[in-house]
């Protein structure tokens, strides 16, 4: 059983910042990509980066120059680095790989997070 479990999220003040780790466990082949995606209330979940096996990277324009997302191959573990934070990041950060699990290699499929929460005062 594939699981990916979120942790850094918190409380954090207008300016400043925060990292996010997910890791990734259970019997995995191969992990085809990994990134993060967000939820406020009342808004649908949208992108908020994606790191790819070929090191490719995709983040959200509101993003861009504030996050960074990286990855340790050898733990299954990805992170978002989020410097200059604002109110409007507020949101449930839900970690995504895209992966094909141990006992299925056959097979690729979305697995997600719990999520965490990450609130930005102003």
């Known amino acids: 059983q594939v699981q990916l479990v979120e942790s850094g999220g918190g409380l954090v003040q207008a300016g400043g910042s925060l990292r996010l780790s997910c890791a990734a466990s259970?019997?995995?082949?191969?992990?085809?990509?990994m990134g993060w995606y967000r939820q406020a209330p009342g808004k649908q979940r949208e992108l908020v980066a994606e790191?790819?096996?070929?090191?490719?990277?995709d983040y959200a324009d509101s993003v861009k120059g504030r996050f960074a997302i990286s990855r340790d191959n050898a733990k299954n573990t990805v992170y978002l680095q989020m410097n200059s934070l604002k109110p409007e990041d507020t949101a449930v950060y839900y970690c995504?790989?895209?992966?094909?699990?141990?006992?299925?290699?056959?097979?690729?499929?979305?697995?997600w997070g719990k999520g965490t929460l990450v609130t930005v005062s102003s």
């Open positions: 995504q790989a895209i992966l094909r699990p141990g006992d299925r290699p056959d097979y690729t499929g979305r697995y």
């Open positions: 259970g019997s995995i082949f191969s992990i085809r990509a």
């Open positions: 790191l790819t096996s070929d090191s490719s990277t």
